[in-house]
């Protein structure tokens, strides 16, 4: 069998097994380095109000969530676009 990507479909290198990561949409066990990362800030306060605050020079914090996706579901929810076949090899 040809080899379809140089490095496998991973982003580890030459470090060994990878952590797993739980998939955000579906549940599945996903390597860390395979993975397709994704943070999100969310607020308490809404987004309109915010901005009068911060004109004011107001601190407002906000909250970061991380989220790990599997290929299949970063694909299927338009996180990662599906490049050409020239751009993938290498």
Known sequence: MPKKRKSGGRSGGKRGR???KTC???GKSVPTDKAK???VYSSAV???LAKELRDEGAHI???KKIAYYCIS???H???TN???KKERRG
Do not use: E, L, M
């Open 77 to 79: 929810r338009g996180r």
């Open 46 to 48: 809404d987004y309109r």
């Open 73 to 75: 579901c970063s694909i």
């Open 61 to 63: 914090p906000r909250n």
């Open 82 to 84: 599906i490049r050409a």
């Open 24 to 26: 955000h949409a579906c």
């Open 18 to 20: 990878a952590t797993v």
């Open 37 to 39: 990362k994704f943070t």
